[in-house]
């Protein structure tokens, strides 16, 4: 099945429920705690070849914020490179274990955490699957979920999480 640049799936998206603030988490190890004062704006999954080899599995989990809203605390380490837009990105791991935590785009006020790094991903629900052009094969859709073939229209994607959100 596949969807054009900005088409969403027929079925409605499913309620997410924010849970209580802050949100906390870490690295693998414990040495780099984290911790979201405010709501996420967005949240969704990218199928990139770079999120594949990043994470080692078939996409990786985005968990944006503004910039401000996140506190790391612990030994970080920080690479720049160029992401898979052509943007430069910093990325952010833990000095000791290695784990990845954020990344954040030149020129944005927005922060990307990897949301398997919070103490509790349950309540998460994808507002949208960005990338699919190089989806694995085998993954289907996400119910609800906006589809990209390639880079999003990221004000969308933020206004269909909010839509999201329970009050």
Do not use: N
């Not at 870490?26 to 999954?45: D, E, I, K, M, N």
């Not at 506190?71 to 898979?84: H, R």
């Amino acid at each position: 099945m596949s969807f054009s640049r900005s088409e969403a799936t027929t079925a409605p998206a499913r309620a997410v429920r924010l849970p209580a603030l802050p949100l906390s988490g870490g690295c693998q190890c414990g040495a780099v705690r984290l911790r979201a004062s405010q709501a996420p704006v967005t949240f969704y999954l990218c199928h990139c070849t770079r999120c594949q080899r990043q994470s080692g599995s078939a996409f990786g989990e985005s968990l944006m914020f503004r910039a401000e809203a996140v506190e790391l605390s612990g030994p970080v380490s920080t690479l720049t490179q160029q992401g898979g837009s052509g943007k430069m990105s910093e990325l952010t791991f833990c000095a000791a274990c290695g784990s990845r935590l954020t990344h954040r785009m030149e020129g944005r006020d927005t922060l990307v955490v990897k949301s398997g790094t919070l103490d509790d991903p349950f309540w998460l629900r994808p507002a949208g699957e960005i990338f699919t052009a190089t989806r694995q094969p085998w993954l289907t859709p996400v119910e609800g979920a906006l589809q990209y073939e390639d880079a999003p229209d990221m004000a969308a994607l933020q206004a269909h999480w909010a839509g999201m959100l329970e009050d």
